[in-house]
């Protein structure tokens, strides 16, 4: 078993060298100088509520706490019973003179509910730059200022953010989450850009509304299982840019169990691999603890093997912290009620093996969970063209 132990090693190596450059990336990222707009035009934020979860409060009054001169909240529930609608009337009462609207309406239009509920919210937009963020989203008040700073540059049709994970709680699959967001997909975001992708990334788009217009509106998003994706192709397809504003929110892990954390990466999982079926695969390099633990099995725990693992686990550490400390100043006076940036290296292994074991599920089906919601991921035709659309379950099995 010597040569496909080495092989495992190998491997790990790749992935310790893809952590590093992308720390280092973060890095950079991070002390790139943050620009103020020419210009301050009014703002409609849209946040789409869906039930009460850990951190919610704290996470839309971010979005009320902005440091500009004119911005508009609109809040949307889709019943009128939803837990969420009460979070959003204390915040009328907390903050006063923020200019919030609730918009009540069942109307689903589609498969995708956060679409769906996005359509029946843009009526009571009153202005023409729109952010559409995740409710879990936490903020810094200069949040809207980065993101009219990136709109405003020549050919941007779309701003975008980077964010890391702030656990809700000190629990392990809270901290797992967290972890896997902020020392995972975070440096893979900024390594992507600079090999040149242009990923628009859910948890904030921010566009003119003529913008949308031109891409067919929420409409042409509603049976899409990732519109985020879906709307960063149309606005390329305009012949306009997607831009990374120079700010790192912060979204909320809520899970408190590792069966919860598990079904929602494996939805994470089963949308990327149904968009980028080979970028997804060869993403599984990016586990170098998986991999040197794959060595240490396939040589019989030889001890050139378990240095590998051991020096691999302390580069994985010090990549890690890099972007803690890159990170962290970004939220300096602003430091939320647990740590976002203070990786727990004794998890690296048991995050890397979770990664790996979700990624396998993921070959095990095409159904997703969304709130509740049993869905399926269609692959799109042909792969590669951001178009993964939602079907339920009860229009699969009627087929």
């Known amino acids: 078993m010597t040569v496909p132990a080495w092989i495992a090693a190998a491997c790990c190596g790749i992935g310790l060298a893809q952590a590093l450059v992308a720390a280092r990336l973060v890095t950079r990222f991070a002390r790139r100088p943050r620009g103020e707009p020419a210009s301050r ?8 509520l869906h039930g009460d979860e850990p951190l919610l409060e704290q996470a839309l009054a971010t979005a009320c706490r902005q440091d500009y001169p004119r911005w508009q909240v609109v809040f949307g529930v889709q019943d009128a019973g939803d837990p969420a609608a009460a979070v959003v009337e204390r915040l009328r009462t907390r903050f006063p003179d923020c200019d919030i609207a609730l918009v009540i309406d069942p109307a689903l239009h589609g498969e995708n509910r956060k679409v769906g509920n996005l359509i029946n919210m843009l009526p009571a937009a009153r202005h023409d730059v729109l952010v559409i963020a995740d409710s879990d989203v ?9 993101l009219m700073a990136a709109l405003e540059q020549p050919g941007v049709g779309l701003v975008t953010t980077i964010y890391a994970g702030l656990p809700s709680s000190r629990r392990l699959p809270a901290l797992l989450g967290a972890t896997q967001i902020t020392h995972g997909f975070l440096p893979g975001a900024v390594l992507a850009r600079a090999l040149g992708r242009q990923d628009s990334l859910g948890a904030t ?6 913008d949308l217009a031109r891409c067919g509106g929420f409409r042409a998003l509603v049976d899409h299982l990732a519109d985020d994706a879906v709307l960063g192709h149309r606005v390329a397809a305009l012949g306009q840019t997607v831009a990374l504003a120079g700010t790192v929110p912060l979204t909320t892990v809520p ?4 069966r919860a954390l ?13 968009l980028e079926p080979g970028g997804f695969a060869a993403s599984v390099l990016q586990y170098p603890l998986a991999w040197a633990l794959l060595a240490v099995a396939l040589a019989g725990g030889a001890a050139w093997a378990v240095g590998v693992f051991a020096l691999a686990w302390i580069i994985r ?3 890690a912290s890099m972007i803690d400390r890159a990170l962290a100043p970004q939220w300096n006076g602003e430091a939320p009620a647990v740590p976002a940036f203070r990786c727990p290296a004794w998890l690296l292994p048991a995050r890397d093996l979770l990664s790996v074991a979700v990624m396998l599920a993921s070959y095990g089906g095409r159904r997703v969970d969304w709130r509740g919601y049993g869905l399926l991921a269609d692959t799109p035709q042909p792969p590669g063209a951001a178009d993964v659309t939602f079907r339920s379950i009860e229009e699969f099995n009627a087929q």
């Open 205 to 210: 788009m921010c566009l003119r509304r003529q």
């Open 262 to 274: 598990f079904r929602h990466e494996l939805r994470w999982a089963r949308t990327i691999r149904a």
């Open 41 to 48: 035009p009014p703002v409609t934020i849209l946040k789409p």
């Open 317 to 319: 550490a010090v990549a």
């Open 255 to 258: 899970e408190d169990t590792m």
């Open 138 to 146: 936490h903020v810094r008040p200069d949040y809207l200022d980065r």
